[in-house]
């Protein structure tokens, strides 16, 4: 009966229809079983395709490939699965089919019918087999055990390709974007190196810490460059900068205990000590050395090495070629040898350790440092050879190893170096257009006139009578005693020595600069220059008056000698102060010494009579005179009446130099102590040397005959020397200071001496009454210890010296009298009388007197010489002045210039009979 009660079948609308209504079922309905045509149990189950809606196998195709019908193929699968559950067989059938099907293909819709999900099944199980491969296998797909860990060949191979492909990328984006880092201040500091006049290096100074003096490479021998690249960096002509070879062997070196090398190139160590630092980190290093990439990229290779030499330490404080050659060899670097420049390369593998002279630690001693060096040396010579930078038969001839000088510190001010340090410095800034700021930078090469042995002369001979004579532990009246001196060569103005102090380390002043210390009598031969050169003013004149309306002076014009004599103007007016009283200047000792001439007056330092030559001339020709010496005006003091006799202070280079152009027949010359100044071996500064006639040939060597005097008879005798000198003493108010300037014609020297506490707050000169003495009460004269500290250094400074003369000056000015000192009345002859005759005459007949001849004569004259009176003193140049044996000026035989033998007052004419103390030396204005 139920066959009868079914339904027909209704007709199908295609496989695709039927999917999408089977989807549309809802949950837990049953699927309707498949239509047939022929009813149950037909041959449906024969043919696959029996009963199966239209599209089915593409739909199953595209199942199978996992395209795009893979929700339609799995529909077709859950559709066929859920005809497992049916009443008929067929549906059944279809069951499993249909279920694999749909688990190849999909889940969301269902097959309708049993045979498109058994072709469902075969193409979705071949899909679902074939696994999706990763782009790293890793681990390894199946695989098991450690086979599954174990990378493949072409994971490897492709690893490292990547990896060098990014390195490579890396160190291309990182040498694109890197930039050459502007090089360290410190690479660039130089010092001022200080050359004495032989060209030996006397100091390193200024411009930082760093002993350094750059050199273009044009200056650096090439056994150097040779050394140093032989040794440090054979491929450096050729390399890129970097040398991975060189560091991988350097390595290797160290590991097996070998020497100490580093790996890197001449190129890297000119980064590091150029644009880098010294510290040993990663950073530090892979900085170096994409630096050192760019730069040996863009960088001349000279450059480098000229950078590279220049930069370099060498040991014993010395930065750079140059500092290095002086410092071990005192010789610049272009003069090296072969044999000294590889010593100086082998260094370079480490300074501290290759010093035959020792270094820092145990392992730096003499001994091990002098075995290294020399093996390093020859080993260096020996590299030389091997990569053609050396001939062998060059090699073969140096045999001996070049023995560095003992190591001194090329820094050290102390002592004088640092007053002429200072003093050279001063004179570049003054002179030059090099600012202090420039010059404290440092670098440049400063060539002076300061002559070592004659410096060492001074120092020694200073430091001698000051041990022998200054106890400042014993006697308070020797503490605080200074010294200060200076040498310089007449005709050129060049500062040979000084003696600034005992330490620049402890005394800051420079004794032989400005100091403010008065110079006393020392100042006196400008007084006479200026009478000589411009003469004694007319009386009857105004003040103003020409050369022509005055009367140039002789040396051989009289004075008046006396103690206290009132001073007068030209016009011979009393003269009177600002509060109107009359000025009485004192001598030395309050001695009074009649009537003198200026011979005599400076023999013995007699102040009366220059004060008033000093008013009858002018008190600005004075200054005029001592300004055209060569005095600076700075230095001098007003010109009031004091003036002529020294109340100005100008330093003892300065009096020196002064003193200079009167040796030199009045030639004037600044005094200097810079030659030239030079910087990356260019010209910076060189002396113009300036030489002008500042008096007349004959007015200076007037000058110089009557000083030759002060040394040879007078105040000045402690200076003689064994050879002509000349030169005056000086003495200045309540002893405050002492002098002694004097010269021969190659050298002029001015030594002072003073007492002031450097290092009071309030710093005033005191009275040295008793430095030196147990008594306390005696005073200085520059005839005491300046005169020999002269003395003794001019006599070491000039034993290889040949022994000049001055030159024979002529006869200048006239005879003039002074204040006080005039002529005495021409003298005649007593009548002659004629035997009475037999018839006397009307008329008597006289001899009319006989006139003093300038000219001196052996004849006798017709005259009786005059007999001396009791009124007659021995310094009197009145006395027998019109000639007789025995007379003054003009006269008879032995007469002449005061100052031959006998003198006034004595046989023979001349200086005085009297021998000078102590005593008879200045005191006051001197």
Not at 228 to 244: M, R, T
Not at 461 to 481: A, F, G, L
Not at 654 to 679: N, W
Not at 821 to 838: D, L, N
Request: proline share 8%.
């Amino acid at each position: 009966m139920s066959e009868h009660r079914r339904k027909p079948p209704q007709p199908q609308g295609g496989g695709r229809a039927a999917a999408r209504r089977a989807a549309q079922q809802p949950p837990g309905r049953r699927a309707a079983p498949p239509p047939s045509s022929t009813g149950p149990g037909s041959d449906a189950y024969e043919s696959p395709d029996a009963g199966a809606p239209r599209g089915g196998r593409a739909e199953s195709r595209r199942a199978a490939r996992g395209g795009g019908g893979r929700r339609r193929a799995g529909a077709a699968g859950a559709g066929a699965g859920a005809g497992a559950s049916a009443a008929h067989g067929a549906a059944g059938a279809g069951g499993p089919g249909g279920g694999a099907g749909g688990a190849g293909g999909g889940r969301r819709a269902a097959g309708p019918a049993g045979a498109g999900g058994g072709r469902g099944r075969g193409r979705g199980a071949g899909a679902a087999g074939r696994t999706k491969k990763r782009f790293i296998d890793y681990p390894r797909a199946g695989k098991r055990g450690f086979k599954r860990w174990m990378p493949s060949w072409k994971l490897v191979t492709g690893t490292c390709l990547v990896f060098f492909a990014l390195l490579i990328g890396a160190v291309g984006i990182a040498l694109m974007l890197v930039e050459v880092p502007t090089a360290q201040a410190a690479s660039k500091t130089q010092k001022n190196v200080y050359y004495w006049k032989d060209g030996k290096q006397m100091v390193v100074s200024g411009g930082g810490d760093l002993n350094r003096q750059i050199v273009p490479l044009s200056k650096i021998p090439k056994s150097m460059r040779n050394a140093v690249i032989a040794a440090e960096n054979a491929s450096f002509y050729d390399d890129a900068g970097v040398d991975p070879m060189g560091v991988a062997r350097a390595v290797v070196n160290m590991a097996k205990g070998g020497q100490t090398q580093s790996g890197s190139t001449i190129t890297q160590q000119f980064v590091k000590n150029t644009y880098l630092g010294q510290e040993q980190t990663l950073k530090r290093k892979v900085t170096e050395l994409f630096i050192s990439i760019k730069v040996g990229a863009t960088k001349d290779k000279d450059d480098i090495l000229e950078g590279y030499l220049n930069t370099a330490y060498y040991g014993r404080g010395a930065y750079g070629i140059q500092a290095a050659a002086r410092a071990f060899y005192d010789k610049d670097c272009e003069d090296l040898t072969t044999s000294e420049s590889a010593f100086l390369a082998a260094t370079l593998n480490g300074p501290n350790l290759y010093d035959p002279a020792g270094g820092q630690g145990m392992a730096a001693t003499k001994e091990k440092n002098r075995k290294r060096a020399e093996a390093r040396w020859a080993w260096t010579l020996d590299r030389e050879v091997k990569v053609g930078r050396l001939d062998s038969a060059e090699r073969e001839k140096i045999t001996k190893f070049p023995e560095p000088q003992k190591p001194k510190l090329a820094t050290n001010k102390a002592g004088q170096i640092g007053y002429l340090t200072d003093l050279a410095d001063n004179y570049i800034i003054a002179n030059s257009n090099i600012s202090k700021a420039e010059l404290d930078r440092g670098g440049y090469q400063i060539h002076t006139t300061f002559d070592r042995e004659k410096m060492k002369a001074l120092e020694k001979t200073v430091n001698k009578v000051s041990k022998e004579n200054i106890r400042p532990d014993k006697r308070p009246q020797d503490k605080h005693v200074q010294f200060g001196g200076a040498s310089v060569e007449p005709g050129t103005g060049k500062i040979l020595a000084i003696y600034g102090g005992k330490n620049a380390l402890e005394h800051y002043t420079n004794n032989a600069d400005d100091t403010g210390v008065q110079v006393g009598s020392t100042f006196k031969p400008f007084v006479l220059a200026a009478a000589m050169t411009d003469g004694k003013r007319d009386p009857n004149l105004p003040p103003e008056q020409s050369r022509e309306q005055r009367t140039l002076v002789s040396p051989k014009s009289i004075y008046n000698g006396d103690n206290k004599v009132t001073l007068r103007d030209y016009k011979g007016e009393v003269w009177l102060d600002k509060d109107g009283k009359e000025w009485h200047q004192r001598n030395d000792g309050d001695e009074s010494k009649g009537k003198i001439d200026l011979r005599t007056a400076m023999q013995f330092s007699v102040n009366t009579p220059f004060i008033q030559l000093g008013m009858d001339v002018g008190t600005d020709k004075v200054r005029d005179a001592a300004l055209a010496a060569g005095l600076s005006k700075s230095q001098l003091a007003s010109i009031t009446p004091t003036f002529s006799l020294g109340t100005s202070s100008p330093s003892a280079i300065r009096l020196a130099g002064a003193y200079a152009t009167f040796a030199a027949s009045g030639k004037q010359a600044d005094p200097y102590s810079v030659t030239k100044v030079e910087r990356d071996g260019a010209e910076e500064y060189v002396h113009d040397e300036k030489i002008e006639q500042a008096f007349e040939p004959n007015v200076a060597d007037n000058v110089t005959d009557v000083l030759k005097t002060v040394v040879e008879d007078g105040t000045g005798t402690s200076a003689q020397i064994g050879r002509e000198a000349a030169g005056k003493t000086g003495t200045t108010d309540d002893n405050k200071s002492a002098w002694f300037a004097g010269y021969t014609p190659q050298l002029s020297t001015a030594i002072g001496m003073w007492r002031v506490d450097d290092q009071a707050k309030n710093q005033k000169f005191l009275p040295m009454y008793g430095v030196g003495s147990d008594t306390g009460s005696e005073s200085i004269h520059g005839a005491s210890y300046p005169a020999k500290i002269w003395a003794g250094y001019m006599k070491e400074a000039l034993k290889n010296e040949k022994k000049l003369t001055f030159p024979k000056p002529s006869p200048i000015g006239d005879k003039i009298y002074g204040d006080g000192a005039s002529p005495p009345p021409k003298q005649t002859a007593p009548p002659t009388t004629e035997a009475p005759t037999e018839e006397p005459t009307e008329t008597p007949t006289t001899t009319p007197p006989t006139t003093p001849s300038e000219t001196p004569t052996t004849t006798p004259p017709t005259t009786p010489p005059t007999t001396p009176t009791d009124t007659c003193g021995p310094l009197d140049p009145n006395c027998g002045d019109d000639g007789g044996p025995g007379g003054g000026d003009p006269g008879g035989p032995g007469g002449g210039d005061p100052g031959g033998p006998g003198g006034p007052g004595g046989p023979g004419g001349g200086s005085p009979s009297t021998t000078p103390t102590e005593d008879d030396n200045e005191h006051g204005w001197l």
